[in-house]
């Protein structure tokens, strides 16, 4: 019996520690024994607040002294005698505080997440590759490599990545690596290339020309026209309405013979998102208290702990930049120096389209193009899945672009990419995009602004500009194809040279416009300019209503100051709620609703159109317009079988304020033809009865309780995101909060002799979960306030926010 128990005891501890030892991938568990480990695991990523007041570091490849000068959010200010040192340092220590985000977005965009997350990945990854993410960076980073200043730039960055990963003992691993138990790998130089290509598909990487193609086989060329008009009802363009174009147009393309004037377009890979998109504006001295330019950009993207965004400094001889950064890429993206300020938004330039390809044969290695058969290239992928072999996919190239899925079965759940069709996305092309903005972070005046964005291809940006010379522009900037009106629109033919990318808009001509007569410039994803134009951009843009409130505002400012900006950026009024309100209302019968619904009648008509957090009329409002917007066309959009555009919100707008009777308001379910004000009455009854059903009776509607709100962790990890919390705002207002996007940073700069910025994340700098400065900063951004940014001169500079010294030293 002794000798049983001995046994037994023996095998119990030896499957105790193999099961310590080894994940458990269908509970996905990690390995809990290197977790738990006290001297390696979690335990060793608790921080204290409190950092040492100094400290010396020798680091291999760097060729002088480096001085790191850490405020009271742990924010870097770096100091350097050269180039190569300043972006050497800031690769080490962003990777010190940001290595796994680094890591797991570079694998992400490289299609390579099965490697430490297994078989659950694998879609993500084949579609990543197929789509020619990899490719794309790949022809990225020839095109930094020619360059031979980025060249320095790029290889010094990684290097210090690599530096600080040589010298990380397994005990200080990010928590991420322990919980998915995998090692950090040495960065390399196209990993900063792969970053350029997740923002490309985040802001350029959408389509719906399958969906809008749907819609005209349905409905025919003249209701897809009346339903998805080239130019929307409402509009404040970015470039001012008669603004005059100063050059001599190249020859617009002709389109094929086949072409029909249809207006479809955009598919987005994914849905776009309303919201996602970025403010920015320049207000001209003539127009501030200071007599001076104010320049302010608040980027909506994902809100993610850690952020997208990593704040910083930046000194070396000829460069003093403060601003944010992406972890894992070298430069200030939006910031400011002595001289100049500069911030970005998305432009939504259709700059990814879609061809049919006829093959020759069912081998697919043939297809037709130009009235000849051409052959298709191919392109090996190999995709390693952890605990499982190497699956093997070989994607055919065409000269537009990888056919991205060959059959329906491939393309699984994601109907909207159409099958056998080949990709030509600007993402794919040879580009120098950090070169921008290191020329930015430099620049001291408008024609260094104008020669910087001659570099920047994808995602095309509007940059906004202000300078202590008291000039301010904004330029919606990138490589964007010379094409004939509405190409791309919908699927096109594969076999007509018509219908290629004919070139590209030549830089200079891109539309932009500097010192306007309004004293201000400004963008919110809106139309870039008015249709007098002479290129072809897109169809469609984001709705108009934050663009619209952003001028009014800023039209009407006197004497404004960095304040004034920031109770901008946090403005929550409805444009959308003031075109459209008080119709709803008008087609409302009081005397066909019961107490609760008279109450919430009450309530909409004294709100006062603010989607603030308290504000019960916000509620109804939302969710009201939601419910309309659906109901008018699901009834003839919604089809499970295809996907199916639905048209915009502007023509919903003007369909109810100028056709109330129109067919599309018929519900054709029933036997009686509806109108608007049907409509109208039946989603108002289904709102009320939903708010009641979800929230109670009115007095617990306040729009922060109806709209759930968090930031979430990056790999949505429970329990490392902030939890909900409630906010004001929506997609279409200014304060641009929705389904956890919004602004990922906010930066307003006050221009002059001595240039003054403010700026907030939404978290902190550090991207662990155990650290103070995971998530210092939120509070502030909740409260929709900015820090006073600590702009240093030199390393010796004094301020009493400087708590750490780090010197790093060959």
Known sequence: MKIFKAILSVAFTAALIWRLQTPVSILQIPPLGKFLNPATGFWQNAESKNVDAAKELKLKGLRGKVTVQFDENRIPHIFAENDHDLYYAQGYITAQDRLWQMDIQTRSASGRLSEVVGEKALEVDRYHRRMGMVYGA???????????????????????????????????????????????EEWKPINSAFLLKLMSETLAGGTNELAMTNVLNRFGAKVTNELFPDYPMHESPIIPVGTKWDFKPLPIPAPPAAFKAQTMAGIKLKDRVEGIGSNNWAISGSKTASGYPILANDPHLNLTFPSIWYEMQLSAPGVNVYGVSLPGAPCIVIGYNQKISWGVTNVDADILDWYQVKFKDDTR???????QWNKVTYRVEKIAVKGQPDVIDTVSYTRFGPVVYDNAKQAGKRDNIPVGNALRWIAHDE???????????????????????KYFSAPAQNFVFASADNDIAITPNGKLPLKYKNQGKFIMDG?????????????????????????????????????????????????????????????????????????????????????????????????????????????????????????EGASIFANWWSNFYEATWRDSFADKKMPMQFPSMDRT?????????????????????????????????????????????????????????EVSHVANIPGFGSGNFATGGAGSTVNALIDGHGPSWRMVVQLG??????????????????????????QTWKDGKLNQLLYLQSPSEKSARIKTTLTLSK
């Not at 040279?497 to 004919?502: E, I, K, R």
């Not at 002799?753 to 939120?778: A, E, R, T, W």
Request: proline share 7%; hydrophobic share 30%; charged share 25%.
């Open 138 to 184: 790949e022809n990225t980073l020839k095109a930094m490599m020619k360059d031979p200043i980025m060249r320095v730039v790029i290889n010094a960055y990684t290097d210090g990545v690599n530096a600080y990963i040589h010298g990380l003992s397994k005990r200080n691993y990010p928590i991420e690596y322990k919980l998915l138990d995998y090692a950090p």
């Open 365 to 371: 290695k043939e297809y037709w193009y130009n009235n």
């Open 431 to 453: 580009s120098n995009e950090f070169k921008t903005f290191y020329l930015l972070n430099r620049g001291s005046n408008y024609t260094d602004y104008r020669e910087a964005l």
């Open 495 to 615: 076999s007509d040279p018509a219908n290629d990318w004919h070139g590209f808009i030549p830089n200079e001509q891109n539309p932009t416009v500097k010192n306007p007569p309004r004293g201000f410039v400004s963008s919110a994803n809106q139309s870039s300019t008015d249709p007098t134009y002479p290129y072809y951009i897109n169809w469609q843009f984001a709705p108009y209503e934050r663009g619209k409130r952003i001028n009014d505002r800023l039209g009407a400012m006197q004497k404004a100051t960095a304040d004034s900006m920031r109770i901008l950026q946090t403005d929550t009024y409805s444009i959308r709620a003031q075109d459209i309100l008080p119709t709803m209302l008008q087609y409302l019968d009081a005397s066909k609703l019961d107490e609760t619904q008279k109450t919430a009648l009450n309530i909409l008509k004294k709100w006062d159109k603010f989607l603030a957090a308290d504000s």
């Open 653 to 709: 707008e003007e369909l109810l304020l100028k056709e109330p009777n129109s067919v599309w308001f018929d519900d054709k379910k029933t036997p009686m033809k509806e109108s608007a004000a049907d409509v109208l009455s039946q989603t108002f009854n289904a709102t009320v009865t939903n708010l009641i059903k979800e929230h109670g009776k009115p007095g617990n509607w306040q729009w922060g309780k109806v709209k759930p709100f």
């Open 753 to 778: 002799p001595k240039v003054q910025g403010y700026g907030i994340l939404p978290g902190g700098q550090s991207g662990n979960p155990g650290s103070f400065y995971y998530d210092d900063m939120l």
